[in-house]
């Protein structure tokens, strides 16, 4: 048998659960609506809001949970982000 050797950088490949919250309870263009205290868990190695496919992240689970598609108001001025795990 032969082993095979490879070079992978862990750090990046560990995944943490996030709890997004919404900040603010608003009514926005297109019918949007959020209410303080929204919010979905999102697994991803970093913050989801810091990423723009961490926020299409946010953004598919808020729509998929709340019906609302929050498009660009998936940003740290409307939410905040907890590390749960």
């Known amino acids: 048998m032969c082993a095979i050797k490879t070079n992978i950088n862990l750090k990046n490949k560990i995944m943490a659960l996030f709890k997004i919250t919404s900040k603010k309870t608003g009514s926005f263009s297109g019918g949007i609506r959020l209410e303080k205290g929204m919010n979905v868990e999102i697994i991803d190695n970093n913050n989801p809001l810091s990423t723009t496919?961490?926020?299409?992240?946010?953004?598919?689970?808020?729509?998929?949970?709340?019906?609302?598609?929050?498009?660009?108001?998936?940003?740290?001025?409307?939410?905040?982000?907890?590390?749960?795990s």
């Open 53 to 84: 496919t961490g926020r299409e992240k946010v953004r598919e689970a808020i729509k998929s949970k709340y019906g609302q598609d929050i498009k660009q108001f998936a940003s740290s001025s409307y939410f905040e982000c907890a590390k749960l």
